[in-house]
């Protein structure tokens, strides 16, 4: 099993920055697909960002604005959040599977491992 736990979120203004983290434990060699989805009140969960062996790859509402990272260990993953607008409010999570040859943010059910959520908001 692998546990996953957010931290980072807060409150900033437009423009702001912030940067999350998501602290894997457990049987975390066995990852190779990790992203960063987010779910706004009343609308459906989104991927934002993954990663995985064959590189990174972005939504297009954060493209050139939000950069995700991994350490080599493979038991922390970043979203450093740059240009923060107020539609990028909402609560993100971080989620990883095990698949190799497969990290799609538009197959979510792939994604069986979740951590619990950390708040975003941004004012303007």
């Known amino acids: 099993q692998v546990q996953l736990v957010e931290s980072g979120g807060g409150s900033v203004q437009t423009g702001g920055s912030l940067n999350l983290s998501c602290a894997a434990s457990?049987?975390?060699?066995?990852?190779?697909?990790a992203g960063w989805f987010r779910q706004a009140p009343g609308k459906e969960r989104e991927g934002v960002a993954r990663i995985h062996t064959g590189g990174s790859y972005y939504a297009d509402s954060v493209k050139g604005r939000f950069t995700i990272s991994q350490d080599s260990a493979k038991t922390t993953l970043y979203l450093q959040m740059n240009s923060l607008q107020p539609e990028d409010t909402a609560m993100y999570y971080c989620?990883?599977?095990?698949?190799?040859?497969?990290?799609?943010?538009?197959?979510?059910?792939?994604?069986?491992?979740w951590g619990q959520g950390t708040q975003v908001t941004v004012s303007s």
């Open positions: 989620a990883a599977h095990r698949g190799i040859n497969y990290c799609d943010l538009g197959r979510i059910n792939d994604f069986n491992y």
């Open positions: 457990g049987y975390t060699y066995s990852i190779n697909c």
